[in-house]
Nanobody
Framework: QVALVESGGGLVQAGGSLRLSCVVC????????MAWYRQAQGKQRELVAT???????IYADSVKGRFTISRDNAQNTLSLQMNSLKPEDTAVYYC???????????????WGQGTQVTVSS
C-alpha cells in the first residue's frame, strides 16, 4: 500500500486555480508535520507550505496570500489550494509527511510520487 498518493495537478492559465490533494495511508494524525514541496525543472526542491498537527502553518514568501494548506482529518487528506497561479509556479509538487503509520508499518520522512502543475502565460 502506497503511503502518500497525490492528485490534482494539471495545466492552467495564469491567474487560475488548482487544488492538490494528498491521501495518507492510515491516520493523518500520525504525522506531526506535513508539507508540500515543489521542484521546477533544473532547480532544487523547495518548501511551499507546512502544516503541523497542532494547526500551525508556514508558507514560502513566494506563495503567501495565494496558497492555502489544510488537513482533513476525517478524509486523511492534506490539500493545497492554489489561487492566482503564475507561470513561475510551474513545477512538480510533492507531498511530504514526517511519519506515516500504514497498517503495522512505520515510515519516516515519506514522499509522494509528485504531481505536475503547469501554468501557462
Amino acid at each position: 500500500q502506497v503511503a502518500l498518493v497525490e492528485s490534482g495537478g494539471g495545466l492552467v492559465q495564469a491567474g487560475g486555480s488548482l487544488r492538490l490533494s494528498c491521501v495518507v495511508c492510515g491516520n493523518i494524525r500520525a504525522a506531526n508535520a506535513m508539507a508540500w514541496y515543489r521542484q521546477a525543472q533544473g532547480k532544487q526542491r523547495e518548501l511551499v507550505a507546512t502544516s503541523t498537527r497542532g494547526g500551525s502553518t508556514i508558507y514560502a514568501d513566494s506563495v503567501k496570500g495565494r496558497f492555502t494548506i489544510s488537513r482533513d482529518n476525517a478524509q486523511n487528506t492534506l490539500s493545497l489550494q492554489m489561487n492566482s497561479l503564475k507561470p513561475e509556479d510551474t513545477a512538480v509538487y510533492y507531498c511530504n509527511a514526517d511519519q506515516v503509520v500504514c497498517g503495522s508499518r512505520f515510515s519516516y520522512n515519506v514522499w509522494g510520487q509528485g504531481t505536475q502543475v503547469t501554468v501557462s502565460s
